[in-house]
T-cell receptor, first 113, second 116 residues
Framework: NAGVTQTPKFRVLKTGQSMTLLCAQDMNHEYMYWYRQDPGMGLRLIHYSVGEGTTAKGEVPDGYNVSRLKKQNFLLGLESAAPSQTSVYFC????????????FGPGTRLTVT | AQSVTQLDSQVPVFEEAPVELRCNYSSSVSVYLFWYVQYPNQGLQLLLKYLSGSTLVKGINGFEAEFNKSQTSFHLRKPSVHISDTAEYFCAVSDLGDTGRRALTFGSGTRLQVQP
């Protein structure tokens, strides 16, 4: 099993450009999450999904959109990138039911200039 | 809503010395508790978790943590650290009353620096 994979690993954008980050998991997990990690702030939840076709906002959703058309994929979109979105983005998944442990991808480092 | 406080942003320690990384949480309902480790330029890896039962939890790489409900703490300990333990450590909680999300709330992290 590859676990949770993220594409791309690095990206540099100019202000106003758009991009999509792809997260894929091969563990048949129901729940998927997007977090951003900033120095001294830990990880903060952007959006999450409790199953195929469903998405919901987390604590810091502004400027981002998500989609989960297939159970194994969770996409994070930035429609008009801003320097404040410079961060490391992590995707995670969890099986659901009684298991709350989250499995993380390797991260995407995004710089917006 | 719950919150997590990691009391030390950096902890320098000499190799083979013991270490404790402190974590306190607040929540109005029962929680599950986790410690994750992040090595440089990598994702997060689970060290250990407390779901129920014994309050002393053992994890990977010789780490252990003790859940103290009265003090709302979940401190991480290791009796003898190695250079390879140098990493950032995150404490996280999952609110059992929030079964819809099952999301984790993270502390701000503690950077453990093991010196020779």
């Amino acid at each position: 099993n590859a676990g949770v994979t993220q594409t791309p690993k690095f990206r540099v954008l100019k202000t106003g450009q758009s991009m999509t980050l792809l997260c894929a998991q091969d563990m048949n997990h129901e729940y998927m999450y997007w977090y951003r990690q900033d120095p001294g702030m830990g990880l903060r939840l952007i959006h999450y999904s409790v199953g195929e076709g469903t998405t919901a906002k987390g604590e810091v959703p502004d400027g981002y959109n998500v989609s989960r058309l297939k159970k194994q994929n969770f996409l994070l979109g930035l429609e008009s990138a801003a320097p404040s979105q410079t961060s490391v983005y992590f995707c995670a998944s969890t099986p659901g039911r009684d298991n709350y442990e989250q499995y993380f991808g390797p991260g995407t480092r995004l710089t917006v200039t | 809503a719950q919150s997590v406080t990691q009391l030390d942003s950096q902890v320098p320690v000499f190799e083979e010395a013991p270490v404790e990384l402190r974590c306190n949480y607040s929540s109005s309902v029962s929680v599950y508790l986790f410690w994750y480790v992040q090595y440089p330029n990598q994702g997060l890896q689970l060290l250990l978790k407390y779901l129920s039962g014994s309050t002393l939890v053992k994890g990977i790489n010789g780490f252990e943590a003790e859940f103290n409900k009265s003090q709302t703490s979940f401190h991480l300990r290791k009796p003898s650290v190695h250079i390879s333990d140098t990493a950032e450590y995150f404490c996280a909680v999952s609110d059992l009353g929030d079964t819809g999300r099952r999301a984790l709330t993270f502390g701000s992290g503690t950077r453990l620096q093991v010196q020779p």
